[in-house]
């Protein structure tokens, strides 16, 4: 296999971007990534587009060609990933094989999704269709606060994980997330804040759940040829990707303390880049809803099964513990532009790993240089798990 | 860059298939292909679905999942891809890559497309909208037949073409589809039952043009290693995959006689598998308006520019001819199921390389045992070209 990095990242700002088309939403994340890489938009041989609402909440159906022509991109092969809010890591993933099988020597993953042209009911109907839509949206009309709300009852009840823990993921990621200047929040909050906000579906809160969010960011990758060629300084080299996906049917999971898609893409990603958890030194995680982070900090083996909130409680994923996590807000305070997040997540691990975290105070120190990024589709429908190197 | 072969192919009835959904319809290519292969369906590593319509002309808005899972896969990395018309093909692309660059030794291509739960004026609709939606959709509401129907005029003024070269096309295609059993439309027809159908846009008649269709196909790919393994008697390899993309504009091509897209992923397939055209065998190409398969000639280099019309009037399409195209019927008559379409093409092409085609009267007679698959998206926003040798 090719050895291959990341050249060059850009991010938009995230939240209600009702200002801008999605092609020039998608020019905001490209322009800063072909500087950052030193590459015009014609050196762009692939171009893989993470998208998952294209005629459902964006009125755009075919949006990679659009994007890609609007950021001056000359004729490169196109394709639009979707899995569900995996989707940018599943870019990300088509990107990287591209290059990293010798089919191209320089390519883009580029995600962007703009879920405010409907109205907060359309926007949550259609995130509401992704599980199985005949079986269990259609028939028990589901949306994505309650199917968490399963979880963290269940992980309530079986690992005595508290509503104040939840609280606390909320708590730490907004306080990261007024740091992010590109974050949606940008407003520190309070476990009283959180505790005290109108009920979603219980025992989740407003401030448990991640906002609807616009949003676009961009990953440049290259072969190790291209790289020497290019005279980059600091790539950061993809260590291994790793995925797997559940049963589309919530009734058919085996339990509802954690996602058995995270666990099995997190160890084929440890597998492949030669790493054991404890030699990673931050993570972005997949943090839809507080539990989600609890779960994922489980899941992928920072702790034990059933000690995530132990983990929350302690400070262990702030700066300073044993395990950073979401230095950028998460999607909790940064936002979730559905198919925009996976390539979000790569850009911050990418940034903290080249030390240049937009605000040094939530720069993680370093020592080995390796980085995760957690990326779920749907309740464990989708995961993959990136792992990342300097 | 690993060897990679396809190992198994299956392929669905097309047709109107309101007799089952989404998942049921996958079945039916994913089993053959299975069976084929002499795999089981947890052998399947990683499956990318090529799929357009889901949340558009289909209710189901994140198929990957709930079509693996419904046929048995266990858990494998998923990603839908989709590049309008050429999503099959993009989804091959992102499978051959995921074995090519060694993170999977097994992988899926399945192509999906349910056209038929909406009205047809609906499902013209949302094919329009696979051009700029945001331009040229929404404020000239042109759609597929009449962006095909400058492409024809401007033929027809330009090198002479007429409207019963056009028709040849479509008697082609027809005779053979009368021959495959899992086609759309299985009768012949003649020249004056063109000429004398429904005028659509002119000079595009009703039997210039491709059905709506339902349907399903499944290809299945493997490493060299794993081919070596498993004893495969046949494998058809993957020699190599062209691919490029065209302006969202369509009043910003340069002409209307050709597709840029085409003639670059053509070239770039031929330059990556190391043949010349004159080497390939036989062709399966995007005919979803007649024009565009007599366009298509040209841009691959069956003949120069201009000489497509030539080419169907002497015969030299049909078996026996120069270059047989559209042994199954192509789209005209074996349908088109949008994001299905490449992973048919790849079906046929395969079994032709075999000889396995279906009614031995419309197995192409072969020597170098090399095929070729042309896939465009949209009008040429998109385009893959895929070059099979046995």
Not at 245 to 274: E, I
Request: with cysteine; proline share 4%.
């Amino acid at each position: 296999m090719r050895k291959v990095a990341i050249i060059g990242v850009g991010h938009s700002k995230f939240g209600n971007r009702n200002d801008v088309n999605v092609a020039e939403l998608t020019f905001e994340a490209v322009k800063p990534s072909l500087e950052d890489a030193g590459i015009t938009a014609k050196d762009v041989e692939f171009m893989a587009l993470g998208s998952a609402g294209a005629g459902a909440w964006c009125e755009e159906l075919i949006p990679a060609v659009v994007a890609a022509e609007y950021c001056g991109l000359k004729k490169p092969g196109l394709v639009r990933c979707e899995a569900a809010c995996a989707s940018g890591s599943a870019a990300f993933f088509t990107a990287y094989s591209a290059i990293a099988s010798g089919q191209a020597e320089i390519a883009m993953a580029l995600g962007v999704e703009k879920m405010k042209e409907v109205d907060t009911p359309t926007a949550m109907e259609w995130i509401g269709r992704a599980g199985y839509y005949l079986w269990e949206f259609h028939n028990f009309g589901l949306t994505f606060p309650a199917y968490y709300a399963l979880y963290a009852n269940a992980h309530m009840a079986k690992f005595g994980t508290t509503e104040e823990d939840l609280a606390l993921v909320a708590v730490k990621n907004h306080k990261y997330g007024a740091m992010n200047p590109v974050a949606h929040f940008q407003k520190q909050i309070t476990v009283d804040d959180v505790l005290s906000s109108t009920v979603i579906a219980s025992p989740l809160k407003l401030f448990d759940c991640c906002p609807i969010t616009d949003g676009s960011a961009s990953v440049i990758l290259a072969s190790e040829e291209k790289v020497k060629e290019l005279g980059i300084d600091t790539p950061v080299w993809v260590a291994g990707i790793g995925y797997s996906s559940g049963t589309a049917n919530m009734s058919k999971r085996p339990d509802y303390v954690g996602l058995d898609a995270s666990v099995k893409a997190a160890q084929m990603a440890y597998k492949k880049a030669k790493v054991t958890p404890d030699q990673i030194e931050f993570a972005t995680v997949h943090d839809c809803f507080t539990i989600a982070e609890i779960m994922a900090y489980e899941d992928i083996g920072f702790c034990k099964k059933g000690e995530g909130a132990k983990l929350i409680r302690e400070g262990q994923t702030e700066i300073g513990g044993k395990i950073p996590v979401n230095m950028d807000g998460g999607l909790k305070a940064k936002g979730h532009p559905i198919g925009t997040t996976g390539c979000s997540m790569i850009y911050e691990v990418t940034k903290q790993l080249r030390e240049e975290a937009i605000e040094k105070s939530r720069q993680v120190p370093l020592k080995n240089y390796i980085g995760l990024a957690h990326n779920v589709g749907g309740t464990g429908h989708y995961c993959y798990v990136t792992i990342l190197r300097r």
